[in-house]
């Protein structure tokens, strides 16, 4: 049934936080129609347990078979929603849900497609949690041009249609904004609550920085050449190519000039640098045909249209 606002809440291992949230919640959202969406993410303890016991009209469980990661419970949440807007937040009594009516108010007044929290007072522990965190969103922010200040903080508001869109896989929750701006969403960023962790343990650490390195290559691929491929690969297999080439030239010229270039390592390189350049440009080509027949094959355009607008001549008779 749909409905205003759809409230996604992913857990693992939360059994004593659980009661406590949907309680803030439903308190919070008082005379909001809305739908509160929990994803169980493979819980091992009794997180499955307590959400079962909980009566609440407006609840709705989804249980994975196993754990699969906190961007899958957020697309799998996300699918099921219901509602026009949809809020996400962590299940851990850190954020607030006391911001979720304000900051539905500001996307909807700036007419926002995605509205980000920024955690103040932020109630974690430095090096595990605040530095990771601020090294990670440096590096995020002057990697894709996205300025915003806190990738980590899950408090986001969402336009269905956007959130549905976004193809959140693998890791790739921490570049939501990244992944919105590929969309060419509007996006704002406020302000919201933090409170300290009373049950229960982090599920991060300073390891995570580490996997946003590999995960950064990805969205900065996706940003700068998911559409052209061949601008990539055929930019770098053409220098390649053209070194390559230049250098092998050369020493056919001193061959023919009578110097021995056989044993020269020179030689090597300039047929590393031309197969190098010859295996890129085919790679660009090959990745060519695959985005157009991934786009064709679907009736999918590379392209989005907002609105459209059309200006009508209104006759009147004198």
């Known amino acids: 049934m749909k409905c205003y606002l759809s409230v996604i809440v992913c857990v693992y291992n939360e059994e004593e936080n659980i009661a406590p949230l949907i309680g803030q919640i439903s308190q919070a959202l008082e005379g909001i129609d809305y739908e509160l969406i929990y994803v169980d993410d493979g819980s091992r303890d009794g997180t499955l347990t307590a959400l079962k016991r909980i009566e609440h009209p407006r609840l709705r469980i989804l249980e994975f078979r196993r754990n699969y990661g906190q961007s899958a419970a957020l697309a799998a949440g996300i699918e099921y929603a219901q509602g026009e807007w949809i809020a996400t937040m962590d299940g851990d009594l850190q954020n607030d849900p006391a911001d979720i009516p304000r900051m539905l108010e500001m996307a909807e007044d700036k007419q926002l497609d995605l509205l980000a929290g920024i955690r103040q007072k932020r109630q974690d522990g430095m090096l595990l949690r605040k530095f990771p965190s601020r090294i990670a969103n440096?590096?995020?922010?002057?990697?894709?041009?996205?300025?915003?200040?806190?990738?980590?903080?899950?408090?986001?508001?969402?336009?269905?249609?956007?959130?549905?869109?976004?193809?959140?896989?693998?890791?790739?929750?921490?570049?939501?904004?990244?992944?919105?701006?590929?969309?060419?969403?509007?996006?704002?960023?406020?302000?919201?609550?933090?409170?300290?962790?009373?049950?229960?343990?982090?599920?991060?650490?300073?390891?995570?920085?580490?996997?946003?390195?590999?995960?950064?290559?990805?969205?900065?691929?996706?940003?700068?050449?998911?559409?052209?491929?061949?601008?990539?690969?055929?930019?770098?297999?053409?220098?390649?190519?053209?070194?390559?080439?230049?250098?092998?030239l050369w020493l056919l010229l001193q061959k023919i000039t009578g110097h021995e270039i056989g044993g020269r390592p020179l030689l090597t390189l300039g047929f590393i640098l031309l197969m190098a350049g010859l295996q890129l440009v085919a790679l660009g080509i090959l990745s060519e045909m695959m985005v157009r027949t991934y786009y064709e094959s679907q009736d999918k355009k590379p392209y989005k249209v907002r609105n459209i607008y059309a200006n009508r001549q209104v006759e009147t008779q004198s």
């Open 138 to 248: 440096w590096m995020i922010r002057q990697a894709s041009g996205v300025h915003l200040h806190d990738y980590g903080c899950t408090l986001k508001i969402f336009r269905a249609d956007l959130a549905k869109s976004l193809g959140i896989y693998g890791e790739l929750h921490r570049f939501i904004p990244v992944l919105a701006d590929l969309e060419g969403a509007r996006m704002d960023e406020t302000p919201v609550m933090h409170h300290a962790r009373q049950h229960g343990q982090s599920k991060y650490g300073i390891n995570r920085t580490i996997r946003v390195l590999s995960d950064l290559l990805l969205i900065l691929y996706l940003k700068r050449f998911r559409h052209k491929p061949m601008h990539l690969f055929g930019g770098w297999g053409v220098l390649s190519l053209s070194v390559g080439a230049l250098i092998l």
